[in-house]
């Protein structure tokens, strides 16, 4: 007990300072509420056009096909990370040395920063946009169930920040790690569902995908707030997937953990 | 006066030709994801039609045509003018623009030929393979379509510009922010698609006040044989856009206060 106690105390002093760090560039986060509206208006005028003649797309409505945009765009917001870039910074420039005294694992360290960046994506982009789809474009944002899509949203936020921490520590081999970095966020972009559901994609693909990891950061969890999932015509049900995706982040952070090992064999460092 | 800035900007072209092939792997390597995360906006296209679906009046190929032409705009513009913002920014933040400022040359000339870059090379090829293809496959082109087409594009490239021009401007006074592009990107994304699909009051804002189907629809609209008379009267406000760019730049060069670099 006093060692949770412990853990959340280091999480509410790291989150509130990173919080108090970024709140300094609020204006920068609140572009989101220009850019993030936009895009919708984009997507709604595309998809209405493909769908003018049909009802069913690759098993999706209309109106589904746009709760679905505006929930990978909300999604995205809270879930959001650069500990990749972070953590291949530090390890450039040697500033790791100093994370690697402290008395708590970097991981920690990076997780708890991140909730407090994101409790600013909450205000500044999340609540402002989530406004803007429901009131003035009318978007049925309502969740199927509110318990399933807040447990997967959860696991979705540490899914992209254990996905993205073990690509940062690539850094440590690759020292200018900016090349794996942008390779494996384009990657991920493409094949997490954000720039189209991911049934869009042939069969063989899908199948494919079933077993990668990138599903987890975007469209499980926006499949779930839709209240059913299907990929390469299979259909989970929801406690399932989402049962799934906190094997998937497990997973991943035993892997982000593995490498982790490895790579502090590997660190050496000079007074930074 | 004008024999000196094409020397300065040939020179300038050299120096960036040998910084790539200085730095080679890095070279390849920007040159290689610009082309793939550009190529994804037309893999939505066509995983639209894979499914069946269309746009309705818009073959693939058609639709294909405006996102190629679209990508080879924006490759041009990234090798043209794509550095200005980030060298412009980098000035503010460090207070160092006098040291443009000193040169005996125009300033926004100077930060517009030294930036200068070679990474959306292959973006451009690729636009240009998928402009073949897509032109290959959308029926006969006469010499007045290929006229047409020239000239819209080169406004849509002046577009380009002006888009530029306005967000390194802009970085002068919102300091270091390094999403502005985003901004400008989402407004683009307007000009990749065709525009009928758009309600009216947008396609009039995209063609006449921040004419960014000027980018992709409209050249690509001139090889189809759909160039209308709005397309041409669409060219005076890209011009009357770019300008405003460069005056807004200069404006704001005026503005700049610094204490020594």
């Known amino acids: 007990m006093d060692f949770i106690a412990r853990k959340l105390k280091v999480v509410k002093a790291v989150a509130l300072v990173t919080y108090k760090e970024w709140s300094a560039y609020r204006t920068h986060s609140m572009v989101s509420i220009f850019v993030g509206p936009v895009y919708f208006i984009v997507q709604y005028f595309i998809w209405s056009a493909v769908y003018s003649r049909r009802t069913y797309l690759n098993g999706m409505e209309l109106s589904e096909m746009l709760t679905y945009f505006g929930v990978t765009t909300l999604i995205g917001y809270i879930t959001m990370d650069f500990a990749d870039w972070n953590l291949q910074m530090l390890v450039r420039t040697g500033k790791f040395l100093t994370f690697a005294i402290r008395p708590i694992h970097h991981r920690f360290f990076a997780l708890s920063q991140k909730i407090g960046h994101r409790i600013l994506g909450l205000f500044f982009e999340f609540i402002p946009c989530l406004f803007i789809f429901v009131f003035i474009f009318k978007v049925d944002l309502r969740p199927a169930s509110y318990f399933w899509t807040i447990i997967s949203v959860a696991l979705a936020f540490l899914m992209n920040l254990y996905m993205n921490y073990t690509i940062g520590l690539t850094a440590f081999w690759l020292v200018q790690a900016t090349g794996v970095r942008r390779v494996y966020l384009l990657l991920q972009g493409i094949f997490s569902g954000g720039l189209i559901p991911l049934v869009f994609f042939p069969k063989a693909l899908q199948k494919l995908l079933l077993f990668l990891p990138f599903q987890y950061v975007s469209y499980v969890p926006a499949m779930v707030y839709i209240g059913r999932y299907t990929l390469a015509d299979v259909s989970v049900p929801i406690p399932h997937i989402v049962g799934l995706q906190a094997v998937a982040v497990i997973v991943t952070a035993l892997f982000s953990e593995l490498v982790y090992r490895l790579s502090m064999k590997r660190f050496s460092g000079v007074g930074a | ?261």
């Not at chain 2, 992709?216 to 669409?234: K, S, V």
């Open chain 2, 1 to 261: 006066m004008l024999r000196k800035y094409i020397r300065i900007y040939l020179e300038c072209i050299k120096i960036s030709v040998s910084t790539a092939m200085t730095y080679r792997l890095n070279f390849l390597l920007d040159n290689f994801i610009m082309l793939v995360s550009n190529i994804l906006f037309p893999l939505v296209t066509l995983l639209i039609y894979g499914s069946g679906a269309e746009f309705p009046n818009w073959s693939l190929y058609e639709v294909l045509l405006i996102q190629a032409v679209f990508t080879m705009s924006t490759a041009i513009a990234n090798i043209f003018f794509g550095g200005v913002l980030w060298v412009t920014m980098r000035h503010i933040i460090e207070g160092s623009l006098e040291i443009v400022l000193i040169k005996p040359v125009n300033c926004l000339f100077y930060l517009v030929a030294s930036t200068v870059e070679f990474g959306s090379l292959t973006l451009f090829i690729g636009g240009v393979v998928m402009f073949a293809v897509a032109l290959s496959h959308v029926g006969p082109v006469s010499i007045l379509m290929i006229l047409q087409f020239i000239v819209l594009f080169l406004s849509g490239v002046c577009v380009m510009m002006g888009i530029s021009l306005i967000m390194a401007a802009t970085s002068f006074k919102w300091v270091g922010n390094s999403r502005l592009p985003e901004i400008f990107d989402s407004i683009k994304y307007f000009g990749r698609y065709p525009q009928n699909i758009f309600h009216k009051a947008i396609s009039a804002v995209t063609s006449f006040i921040i004419p960014v189907a000027m980018i992709g629809y409209f050249p690509a609209a001139a090889l189809l044989g759909e160039a209308d008379f709005t397309a041409f009267i669409a060219i005076l406000p890209c011009f009357v856009f770019t300008m405003g760019g460069v005056l807004l730049f200069r404006h704001m060069i005026r503005l700049y206060e610094g204490a020594g670099g």
